[in-house]
Nanobody, 121 residues
């Protein structure tokens, strides 16, 4: 069974940094996107970053470009999301995902349980 386990969330002040980790087990990376969705209260869940495992290309939502960096460590089977210059609007539950898309929620196949990120002003 595929399992995605997130960690690294927490509370930081605006301008601070966090690094999220997602440990992946039982998953064949080929041809899929590994990524991160987030959901804040009152907002729809949105894809914020992804990396396509076949070619290594990346995707970032416009709201996080230049601040977030996604990476994969294949040896450790761990995906990371480095989040710098965090803003209060980044406050959300962050979910590690795997599937055909890192953008379209309904096409995501696997979800982690989420890790909370809270950014204070």
């Amino acid at each position: 069974q595929v399992q995605l386990v997130e960690s690294g969330g927490g509370s930081v002040q605006a301008g601070g940094s966090l690094r999220l980790s997602c440990v992946v087990s039982g998953y064949n990376y080929g041809g899929y996107c590994m990524g991160w969705f987030r959901q804040a209260p009152g907002k729809e869940r949105e894809g914020v970053a992804g990396i396509y495992t076949a070619g290594g290309s990346t995707y970032y939502a416009s709201s996080v470009k230049g601040r977030f960096t996604i990476s994969l460590d294949n040896a450790k089977k761990t995906m990371y999301l480095q989040m710098n210059n965090l803003k209060p609007d980044d406050t959300a539950m962050y979910y590690c995902t795997a599937g055909p898309s890192c953008i379209i929620e309904k096409l995501v196949t696997y979800w982690g349980q989420g890790t909370q990120v809270t950014v204070s002003s």
